[in-house]
């Protein structure tokens, strides 16, 4: 899918101006990367860090998944030897940072669409990190079970929450509750739990038992605005959050969307 470049002029665009230094630093083919970022350009779909990671796109759109994690670096580093739950995993990038930053670190990657899951699959193996990632094809989700994955054109926005996309096909997915997850992969302690699930966050969470919730020592996601949400709904979760011990270490609450983090005091 090509990014529109009317769209991307709407947008506050000196604000992705100040970002073209970083890209230089982190892409190596930077050229085509910026050219496919900002919608010149759909052809190029594989990309050489200067870090080392390749990583291959099925979507012009997923340019944004590289931009957010090692451009803009809105999910932070990964110190070595952490244990990783990564929600929402798409490609792969957050994963493969993390992977990258500590050979003692693993992941836990979890995606629901298929087409999606080949591609994390083969970057995960092009850059050598299959004894650290293990892929669950599914997704996490208040409970476990079968459950209606809300397609869209976007790779990216792809979603559990009905009434998002309008008029959109389902796909039946199976989901694994984050308890039965971390049991499954004998998880005593998660480091950072990363979490970009198009609005499930606020399912996944409420339905977690505080004694897992324990388990868990930071939170680095991306909260959403539900349809017809009264309220704003992150206001509530962080609350509930913060009553099961966390508190917030960066971020604001305010946007529409945006990263929080979240720290067990």
Same mark, same amino acid.
């Given at each position: 899918?090509? +990014?529109?470049? +009317?769209?991307? %002029? +709407?947008?506050?665009?000196?604000?992705?101006?100040?970002?073209?230094?970083?890209?230089?630093?982190?892409?190596?083919?930077?050229?085509?990367?910026?050219?496919?970022?900002?919608?010149?350009?759909?052809?190029?779909?594989?990309?050489?860090?200067?870090?080392?990671?390749?990583?291959?796109?099925?979507?012009?759109?997923?340019?944004?998944?590289?931009?957010?994690?090692? #451009?803009?670096?809105?999910? $932070?580093?990964?110190?070595? $030897?952490?244990?990783?739950?990564?929600?929402?995993?798409?490609?792969?990038?957050?994963? %493969?940072?993390?992977? =990258?930053?500590?050979?003692?670190?693993?992941?836990?990657?979890?995606?629901?669409?298929?087409?999606?899951?080949?591609? %994390?699959?083969?970057?995960?193996?092009?850059?050598?990190?299959? $004894?650290?990632?293990?892929?669950?094809?599914?997704?996490?989700? =208040?409970?476990?079970?079968?459950?209606?994955?809300?397609?869209?054109?976007?790779?990216?926005?792809?979603?559990?929450?009905?009434?998002?996309?309008?008029?959109?096909?389902?796909?039946?997915?199976?989901?694994?509750?984050?308890?039965?997850?971390?049991?499954?992969?004998? #998880?005593?302690?998660?480091?950072?739990?990363?979490?970009?699930?198009?609005?499930?966050?606020?399912? #996944?969470?409420?339905?977690?038992?505080?004694?897992?919730?324990?388990?868990?020592?930071?939170? +680095?996601?991306?909260?959403?605005? %539900?349809?017809?949400?009264?309220?704003?709904?992150?206001?509530?979760?962080?609350?509930?959050?913060?009553?099961?011990?966390?508190?917030?270490?960066?971020?604001?609450?305010?946007?529409?969307?945006?990263?929080?983090?979240?720290?067990?005091?």
């Amino acid at each position: 899918m090509r +990014r529109s470049f +009317r769209k991307f %002029l +709407r947008w506050s665009t000196w604000k992705h101006c100040i970002y073209l230094p970083a890209i230089v630093r982190s892409v190596e083919n930077w050229w085509p990367f910026l050219k496919l970022y900002v919608g010149f350009n759909e052809q190029s779909r594989r990309f050489q860090l200067r870090n080392g990671l390749v990583i291959n796109l099925n979507q012009a759109v997923e340019s944004e998944n590289i931009a957010t994690t090692f #451009i803009k670096k809105e999910y $932070g580093d990964v110190p070595d $030897g952490s244990v990783v739950i990564d929600i929402g995993a798409s490609i792969g990038d957050f994963a %493969l940072l993390a992977a =990258g930053q500590g050979k003692r670190t693993r992941v836990i990657a979890v995606e629901p669409m298929p087409a999606t899951v080949a591609l %994390l699959e083969q970057n995960i193996r092009q850059n050598n990190f299959s $004894g650290q990632i293990t892929v669950i094809a599914g997704a996490v989700a =208040g409970i476990t079970g079968t459950q209606m994955l809300h397609t869209s054109d976007s790779a990216l926005s792809h979603t559990l929450v009905a009434g998002v996309h309008r008029g959109s096909s389902g796909v039946p997915i199976q989901c694994f509750s984050l308890a039965d997850v971390m049991e499954q992969h004998q #998880i005593s302690q998660c480091d950072i739990l990363k979490m970009d699930c198009e609005g499930a966050e606020y399912d #996944i969470l409420y339905n977690t038992a505080p004694e897992t919730l324990k388990k868990i020592k930071e939170l +680095r996601f991306e909260y959403h605005t %539900l349809p017809n949400a009264s309220t704003h709904p992150i206001h509530q979760l962080v609350s509930y959050l913060q009553k099961a011990g966390f508190t917030v270490t960066q971020g604001s609450t305010e946007a529409r969307n945006a990263v929080l983090w979240m720290r067990q005091s």
